[in-house]
C-alpha cells in the first residue's frame, strides 16, 4: 500500500492578524514556540506514515514551504489561483494516481492546526487508511470537547467492518448553539475537522460522478504535470468550479453510505483566534513576536492576558481579557471576547495599515 | 508695587505614566500639541504680571527648566531635597523679602496645570493682588463645572473690601461624591487649586506664627542665598519640617479669618490623568509622544480612546475609552476608568520596567 499526505497550504485568515497575514499565514508561523512552524510540525506527524508528501500552496509561499520543509518541486503543487479545497485536493490526488495508481490513498491534512497527540493521531490515520482501502472515503472526527459553534457536524453511525471505523450518517453545518449542546450530550457526533482520506482513484471517480467536469479537469492537467506540457495544461485551470470537498464530495457521497469516520481525541484544535491560541501557549502572557525580543510584560488586573512583544516592555492594567499584539511594524489592541470580530477590523483598516494585512 | 511669581516644579506623579515620569515630569512637556510646554505656558500667562519669576525645583530638573525658560541662575532655586510645597515656597518668599522687601507680593502657581482662558486668569491674579495688599493671604479659587472628589473645596463667605476678593470661610478635605455634589450644587463652594498670593512678609510672618522653627530656618538660609554663604546655610535645610502651605498656614490662617478667595471660570484643569487630558486634546485618538512620529491609528468600537503612537500604526478593536500610550521604551494599555489606579501599577512594575518609572 502507497500513502501520500496532501497538506493544502492556503490563505492567512485574519482571526490571528496581525501575527498571521498574508505574507505570513500561521503554517509558516511557530505560533507556540514549539521550535517549530505549523506546517513543519504537521509533516512532523505524518512522517512515520507517509511514503510521499505533497503540499499545496500559492505561488507567494512556495519558496518559504519548501525551505522549510526541505522539499524538492516534485513535492510542491502551486495552484494558479485559489479555487477552494476541491481542486487543490483534487488536483493532488489526480497527480498521485499518475504518480502511484488508483489504489493509492491520499490523506489531506491542513496546514495550520495543531494537534497535541501525536500518537492518537497516527493511530487514527492508521484506522482511516485501513478503511479507505475497503472503498470508503473517510474523514478522521474529532471527540467534541465543547459544544464549539464554530465547526461543521458529523452525525456518526454503525461501526463499518474495520474496527474504530464508523459510518457517516451525514454531516451538519455550524450549529447554533442550543443544537451544539444537544449534539455534543448526544455522544454520537463528532467535530468535522476536514481531514479527509481515501484512496486516489476512488475520490476521483466519486468526483466523476458528482462533478464530471471539474474531474476531467483536474485528471487532464494531472496527466501532463510531470511532463513538458503541464503549463499549457494549466491553462484550464481557471475554467474549472470553485468548490470545497465537503460539499463536492463528503456531503453527496455520505448520503449514499460511502463516508465513514474515524472518532479520535487528540487534542486538536484550528486555532481559529488568540481564544484558542492561548490556549496552546505555556504562557500565553510572555510570547516574543516574530523577529522581536523578549521583554517584561506586567499585567495588572489583566488576567488571562494575550500579550507578544516585540522590542519594548508591555504593561496592561485593567483590561482582563486583552489581546495585546505587537509585531513591530504594527500594533493591534483588542480583547479576546472582541478578537471574534477581527475580520471585519481587518478588512476595513485604512491606507498606512492596510499594506500590512 | 513688586510682584514675584513663584512656580514651584517638582515630581513627575504617576496618573500620565509613562507619558510623565520622572526623567521628564509632565511640566517639562508639551502635553495638548500647543506648542509650549507646561511650565513655559505657565510663564507665559504670568508675563504680563510680573517683576520677577522664580521657579523652585530639584537638581534633576533644573538646567532643562532654565533652558526651556531662559532664565539665568538667580531665577532658579534649588531644593537639596524636597519637603513639601510649604518649605519650597516658603524660601523662595524669604528671598524675595531679602530682595525687594516685606511688602513685595508674591505669588505661587503650579508649573503642570492648565489654564485655557488666560485674561480671566489674569484678572483674578491681579484681584487677588490687590486683596494681598490689605494683608490678606489670597487663593484663587476655581468655580466648579462637576462634583469632583479629587479636589479639595473651599467655603466661601462674605465678600471682601476688594471687589471680587472673599473671605475663605474653611477649607474642605477632598469629599465623597454626595458631599462634593452638595458643594457644587450650594454654588457658595470652590475648588481650591493651590494658587497662592501674599505679601512675602504676611506669608512668613504668619508662618512664623504657626511654625515658628520652620520661619526662622527658612529665612535663615534667604539672608546667605545671594552670598557666599549659600551652601552652608542651606546644611540646615534637611532639618526643616515637612510640610505643605494648605496645613501650614492656609487652613489656620482661614480660621482667623486671614484668607480671602478670587473665584474665577479660567478653564483650568490640573491633567490628573488620562481622562483629564483627553477633555484638552483636539484629536485624543491621534496623539504622538515625544520623540516619536504621527502613525495611522484605527479605532474599530474604541470611540473615546486616548492614543498616543511612536513609530508603528496602532488598531484598537472593541475597547471603549482604551488608552494606549506608545512611548517607544514602554508600552502602556488601559482605560480610562482603570487608569485611576496608574499610581499603584507603577510603584510595583517588576524589574526591567521599573527604571522607567
Redesign the interface.
Known sequence: MTFVAIIPAGGAGTRLW?LSRKSHPKFLLDMTGAGRTLIQATADRLADLVDDLIIVTGTAHAHEVARQLDLDDKSIVIEPSPRGTMPAIGLVAAIVEQRYGGDAVVGSFAADHLITDTPAFQDAVRTAIASAETGKVVTIGITPTHPETGFGYIDVGHETDVAGSFVVDRFLEKPDLESATAYVESGTFLWNAGMFVARAGVLLDALARFKPELADGLRSIAAEWDGPGRDEALGGWNELEDSVIDRAIAEPLAEEGGVSTVPVSMGWSDIGGYTSLAEHLDDPAHQVAEGGSS??V?L??SDSSVVYSYD????????PD?V?I?T????????K???G??G??VS??????SD?R
Open positions: 496581525p521583554q517584561p506586567y495588572s488586573g519594548r516592555p508591555i504593561v496592561i492594567h485593567g483590561i486583552a495585546v505587537d513591530g511594524d504594527v500594533l493591534l489592541v483588542t480583547t471576547d472582541a478578537a470580530g477581527l471585519g477590523v476595513s483598516l485604512p491606507e498606512g495599515i500590512l
